[in-house]
């Protein structure tokens, strides 16, 4: 049974910092591209970050340069998300993604807030 869980979600001020965490189970990881969603209230989902089944070949959305960074260990099954200097905008439900060919799947998503 696939399963992505990720966890580190929360609430933090702005200028904080958060990682989050995808624990995958159930498939060969190191042989998937693993990303990082968000979806805000009212807004559509967004990816933000991406990386290779190797750990290279990282891309963000514009927004996340030089804040956010992707990595995975491949020993663990697990990808994280590190986000620094947080903005209120950053505020959003925050999904795990795996993908190889046409097969993906989905995380169940954690919560971000940034708030004063």
């Known amino acids: 049974q696939v399963q992505l869980v990720e966890s580190g979600g929360g609430l933090v001020q702005p200028g904080g910092s958060l990682r989050l965490s995808c624990a995958a189970s159930g498939f060969t990881f190191s042989m998937y591209t693993m990303r990082w969603y968000r979806q805000a209230p009212g807004k559509e989902r967004e990816l933000v970050a991406a990386i290779g089944g190797a750990g290279g070949s990282e891309n963000y959305a514009d927004s996340m340069k030089g804040r956010f960074t992707i990595s995975r260990d491949n020993a663990k099954s697990t990808v994280y998300l590190q986000m620094n200097s947080l903005k209120p905008e950053d505020t959003a439900v925050y999904y795990c993604?795996?993908?190889?060919?046409?097969?993906?799947?989905w995380g169940q998503g954690t919560q971000v807030t940034v708030s004063p």
């Open positions: 993604y795996a993908a190889r060919g046409l097969r993906y799947y």
